[in-house]
């Protein structure tokens, strides 16, 4: 059974880092690209960053470009969000997924193509 399951998350000022993780289970990372996606309070779900199956392709919402980067481990079923100079906009509950369909990558990110979902867990930004 596929299972997701994000850490990592938690309270940082402006201009701070955190790395979320998400640990894997069920399948193997070489056979599903790996999602990260976000939601704020009254906003809609909006796609963060994505590492396609081959572990290749990384691709960013254009909000993130040059402040965070998708990863992974194979060796421990996790794939990473290192994410950099957090803005108070980076608030928000942030989620991994993979998409219906093994072997599959296609941008831009589009939530309702992707059908398993971790929990999520929350990023707070503030000062």
């Known amino acids: 059974q596929v299972h997701l399951v994000e850490s990592g998350g938690g309270l940082v000022q402006p201009g701070g880092s955190l790395r979320l993780s998400c640990e894997v289970s069920?399948?193997?990372?070489?056979?599903?690209?790996i999602g990260w996606f976000r939601q704020a309070p009254g906003k809609e779900r909006e796609g963060v960053a994505l590492?396609?199956?081959?572990?290749?392709?990384?691709h960013y919402g254009d909000s993130v470009k040059g402040r965070f980067t998708i990863s992974r481990d194979d060796a421990k079923n996790t794939v990473y969000l290192q994410m950099n100079s957090l803005k108070v906009e980076d608030t928000a509950v942030y989620y991994c997924?993979?998409?219906?369909?093994?072997?599959?990558?296609?941008?831009?990110?589009?939530?309702?193509?992707?059908?398993?979902w971790g929990q999520g867990i929350q990023v707070t930004v503030s000062s």
């Open positions: 590492i396609s199956y081959s572990g290749r392709w990384p």
């Open positions: 069920g399948f193997t990372l070489d056979t599903y690209s």
């Open positions: 997924a993979t998409p219906r369909q093994s072997y599959y990558y296609t941008t831009p990110m589009r939530s309702d193509e992707y059908t398993n």
